[in-house]
């Protein structure tokens, strides 16, 4: 079983990468969430009983650690008033900068904003958002809206 | 950049290789980065407790001391040891439910019954430390101020701890208001 479950999460680590980085500010406290993420994980992996797919449940232990789980020091993560440059000039960007600005720009919104985001960003549809947070299917919609118009106004801000 | 840049930046990002060795390391208690901590905590001090246990009859004069107040001693040391077991199994699975709502409703539900019985049990530990060795000493001015400090040191401790668990359970509701309000 250990092997079965090194194998998937070596093959989708990128999530809790995303969600460490998402969740938290200091590169410290993002490889403590990580590893935190990693420990839930393999506590729930013996209920996983393959309903979902695999990275549907990755998601869903990720963003509850990443909310539920205690931080060091303090809760608000706001650090920026103002995103440091214009998100959408990536010509002359390298691929690392603009994903700094992409985390700058989703680290402005709160917490249940980020799981959605997070969930929708990488494609989920409403309906598998829905299980995940909890929230209604309709709601789903109206509240990714929201949160489009809010990043769209820190990213121009 | 539209909507569709954004999920494409969000989908290629995430990269950072952590091998299996190191991945089968993080799922060790022992490689935990808060969770080691506080086991070591947790284990010292039961240990110092236990230890406490069986020195104090001796020690700080149990013989001469009523029963009922070895008895409530005796408690008192169990309730507060029971306490810290119980945190460091919240602090171990800070995941309760299916889905985000589910697990945080439950998550607040737990801290508000753990703020009780941690303020409780502290309360009790406190007390009934302060009364053992009230027990059988005749008072004069200076242990009355010395009561009095103790017990305001206590009053004044107990008081940041509960400013403390009200911070979390604030912290979480709000959250949680976040998500519900939406569904409303």
């Known amino acids: ?157 | 950049m539209d909507i569709k840049d954004l999920k494409a930046e969000w989908q290629k990002a995430g990269s950072g290789s952590v091998n299996e060795e190191t991945l089968k390391l993080m799922t060790k208690i022992s490689q935990h980065p808060t969770l080691r901590k506080l086991r070591i905590k947790l284990i010292s001090e039961a240990i110092f407790l236990i230890i406490l246990l069986f020195v104090y009859y001796d020690g700080f004069d149990g013989d001469k001391k009523p029963i009922y107040v070895n008895v409530l001693l005796v408690l008192s040391i169990l309730l507060y040891i029971t306490n810290n077991f119980l945190g460091f199994l919240f602090i171990k699975n800070p995941v309760r439910g299916n889905n985000i709502i589910v697990s945080l409703q439950k998550l607040c539900l737990v801290l508000k019954r753990m703020t009780v019985f941690s303020l409780l049990s502290s309360t009790i530990y406190a007390a009934t430390l302060i009364f053992y060795f009230s027990v059988s000493v005749e008072f004069t001015f200076l242990k009355y101020i010395l009561l009095g400090t103790m017990m305001l040191i206590f009053v004044i401790i107990s008081f940041f701890s509960y400013k403390k668990w009200k911070q979390k359970i604030d912290y979480f509701s709000h959250v949680l208001s976040a998500y519900i309000k939406d569904v409303a």
């Open chain 1, 1 to 157: 079983m250990e092997e079965k479950f090194l194998k998937i999460l070596k093959e989708n680590q990128n999530i809790l990468h995303k969600i460490s980085r998402l969740y938290r500010d200091s590169h410290d406290d993002q490889q403590d969430l990580f590893q935190e993420i990693v420990y839930q994980l393999w506590k729930s992996f013996p209920a996983f009983r393959g309903d979902a797919k695999i990275s549907t449940w990755i998601y869903r232990v990720a963003l509850n650690t990443a909310i539920a789980s205690f931080r060091k020091a303090k809760i608000s993560t706001d650090h920026f008033d103002s995103i440091p440059e214009q998100l959408q000039h990536n010509d002359n960007s390298g691929i690392s900068e603009n994903e700094e600005r992409l985390f700058a720009a989703l680290r402005k919104l709160n917490d249940s904003e980020k799981a959605i985001i997070s969930l929708f960003l990488e494609d989920y549809s409403y309906q598998e958002i829905a299980t995940i947070t909890g929230i209604t299917e309709n709601y789903v919609g109206v509240k990714i809206n929201r949160i489009k118009e809010k990043l769209k106004m820190i990213i121009n801000k």
